[in-house]
């Protein structure tokens, strides 16, 4: 297999920072499509992994699963893209695709395990896949993406992604007119819940521990904005919801938000707190309520949520940093120091490489 090297940010270690490190990219095969990366969402997942947290990190780690590019190569099978084109990568790059879950269009939660954009197993390769924090990557086409026309590229990054896992969610428990829909935490994640809800129909409710959050739960959509601190607030949204999207990752009481639903609502789980997360029976027997949780979605979701973005102007909020700058915007999603997501712009990392 011929490859050619790309230029990325790597870490070697879960202790050491992000540094520059050179990889290698297959050249196309038939079916594949190269991009050029332009720009490149930073997700709490990279940080997460990158340190090793979920426990199964493959080292050197390249992260990045938010990923906007320019065609670059195509292989002769392809038919959906050509030189050119604006294209996105997800989270996924592979999955088995013939099993129960892949041909129903759930790629992501294929019975094999997909094959992930990194820290997955280069089926191709070999060793670890490397994600998007480089100048270039080559995906099969099936797991390419079509970007519309008019969305602003840097913004559209972290749909791959935030985007996916807040849109899934509503869409599957059919979130619309009519309903009262409760968004947990207002970061990443929780900023596009409370777009896309919206933009759903729902009457939407932010619950935020951040009393300096409430103008901004406003300006993205949300139609009120509760301080979850306060017990008095809380009560009075008792037995109310119809379905509410949890996007907080850190320890939280998860069931001061289940006594919230009302009869056969539902609350979702999309954050990954590193810690299990004690629920308290009776708040799902009585009323009979639903947890549960969601992943991202699979490819045909992604394209139709990229096309409802397009036609609703919908992109996420960000920063848009160099790549020498990732490890002082890591030490920021710490501290929760963004609103609401940083994208790399990949051009600082092509004049590296020249330089």
């Not at 070697?12 to 990366?37: K, Y």
């Not at 969402?41 to 320019?70: F, M």
């Not at 639903?290 to 609703?312: R, V, Y």
Request: glycine share 10%; hydrophobic share 40%; net charge neutral.
């Amino acid at each position: 297999m011929l490859t050619t090297k790309a230029k990325s940010y790597a870490a070697q270690a879960a202790t050491t920072a992000l540094a520059p490190f050179a990889i290698s990219r297959r050249n196309p095969g038939p079916s594949d499509v190269e991009m050029e990366i332009l720009f490149c969402g930073v997700c709490h997942s990279d940080l997460h992994q990158a340190r090793n947290e979920w426990h199964n990190t493959v080292y050197p780690c390249v992260p990045g699963h938010e990923i906007v590019g320019r065609v670059t190569r195509v292989g002769g099978s392809v038919k959906k893209f050509k030189v050119g084109d604006t294209a996105a990568v997800g989270c996924m790059v592979d999955s088995c695709r013939t099993c129960a879950n892949c041909k129903a269009g759930n790629e992501q939660y294929c019975l094999t395990f997909p094959t992930f954009t990194y820290n997955g197993a280069d089926k191709v390769l070999g060793g670890p896949t490397f994600g998007g924090y480089s100048t270039g990557i080559v995906v099969d086409e099936g797991f390419v993406l079509r970007v519309p026309a008019g969305l602003d590229l840097a913004a559209t990054a972290p749909l791959l992604c935030a985007g996916i896992t807040t849109y899934s969610p509503l869409r599957h428990w059919k979130v619309g007119p009519g309903q009262k829909v409760g968004i947990v935490g207002l970061g990443g994640l929780g900023h596009m819940g409370v777009k896309f809800a919206r933009a759903f129909g729902a009457h939407v409710v932010l619950f935020t521990t951040s009393p300096g959050k409430v103008a901004d739960g406003l300006r993205l959509g949300a139609h009120e904005v509760v301080i979850s601190k306060n017990a008095d607030e809380m009560k009075k949204h008792a037995t109310s919801f119809d379905f509410i999207l949890d996007a907080v990752s850190a320890e939280h009481d998860i069931n001061a938000y289940l006594s919230l639903l009302k009869l056969d609502g539902t609350l979702t789980i999309v954050g990954a707190p590193e810690h299990p997360l004690p629920v308290a029976v009776f708040n799902l027997l009585l009323p009979r309520r639903n947890f549960a949780g969601s992943a991202i979605g699979g490819i045909a979701e992604t394209q139709e949520m990229l096309d409802f973005c397009a036609k609703h102007k919908i992109v996420c909020d960000i920063e848009i940093i160099p790549i020498q700058k990732i490890n002082e915007a890591w030490a920021r999603l710490l501290k929760q120091d963004v609103k609401y997501r940083f994208v790399i712009d990949m051009a600082s990392l092509k004049s590296e490489a020249a330089a």
